[in-house]
């Protein structure tokens, strides 16, 4: 049984639009959310975050926002630019962040088009 | 940001051999390591956490015989595949944590032919 999902596998935006990544989970106990981004044959490197207290946090072009009650959280990016190109993942955890295990959704392939 | 560094990148080994992966954390300590799994187009699954100075303790379904890991000081975890079989071939990937943010290693393909 999958804990955190990625409904969609992969997505196309046009350069300089918004793109949103959405993700759900089911286990209460989450109550740290990240994301990644990875490219081909690299490990994860890390984007943004966010606690349960909060419903959204921003860095720079990146925002990630947090509906606790649908157990829902996306990450909008905007303006999209080609480098963003990659899988982006959503990963859960309990409190301790990073220190306990993520678990991880599939990915979703985000793919820029010019 | 901190850095992880997880060798070798690539190793393509026979089936009945076994591979060793190392994890090190560069410039900092790492109590504790984690090892994930991907299979193609899948999640990251996390197989083990790996303790300093202790056993690992491995997620449900990982045999642990065929996945030792070994944690011998605060900046190198390492992961022996035993006996690799061809579905034992995957992306294995290293994280260390430094207060609360995890860093992965680069990646290891391991293809088992």
């Known amino acids: 049984d999958q804990q955190v999902k990625q409904n969609s596998p992969s997505l196309s935006v046009q350069e300089g639009r918004i793109s949103i990544l959405n993700c759900d989970y089911t286990n209460s106990m989450f109550d740290y959310f990240l994301w990644y981004k990875k490219y081909p044959a690299e490990g994860p490197t890390f984007l943004i975050s966010i606690s349960s207290i909060k419903d959204k946090n921003e860095d720079g072009r990146f925002t990630v926002f947090l509906n606790k009650s649908a157990k829902h959280l996306s990450l909008h990016i905007v303006p999209s630019q080609p480098g963003d190109s990659a899988v982006y993942f959503c990963?859960?955890?309990?409190?301790?962040?990073?220190?306990?295990?993520?678990?991880f959704g599939k990915g979703t392939h985000l793919i820029i088009q010019p | 940001g901190a850095v992880v560094s997880q060798h070798p990148s690539r190793v393509i080994c026979k089936s009945g051999t076994s591979v060793k992966i190392e994890c090190r954390s560069l410039d900092f300590q790492a109590t504790t390591m984690f090892w994930y799994r991907q299979f193609p187009k899948q999640s990251l699954m996390l197989m083990a956490t790996?303790?300093?100075?202790?056993?690992?303790?491995?997620e449900q379904g990982v045999e642990k015989d065929k996945f030792l890991i070994n944690h011998a000081s605060l900046t190198l975890s390492t992961l022996t595949v035993t006996s690799a079989h061809p579905e034992d071939s995957s992306f294995y990937i290293c994280s260390a944590t430094m207060n609360t943010e995890a860093f992965f290693g680069q990646g290891t393909r391991l293809t088992v032919v």
């Open positions: 790996s303790n300093e100075g202790s056993k690992a303790t491995y």
């Open positions: 990963a859960a955890t309990g409190s301790g962040g990073g220190a306990d295990g993520l678990t």
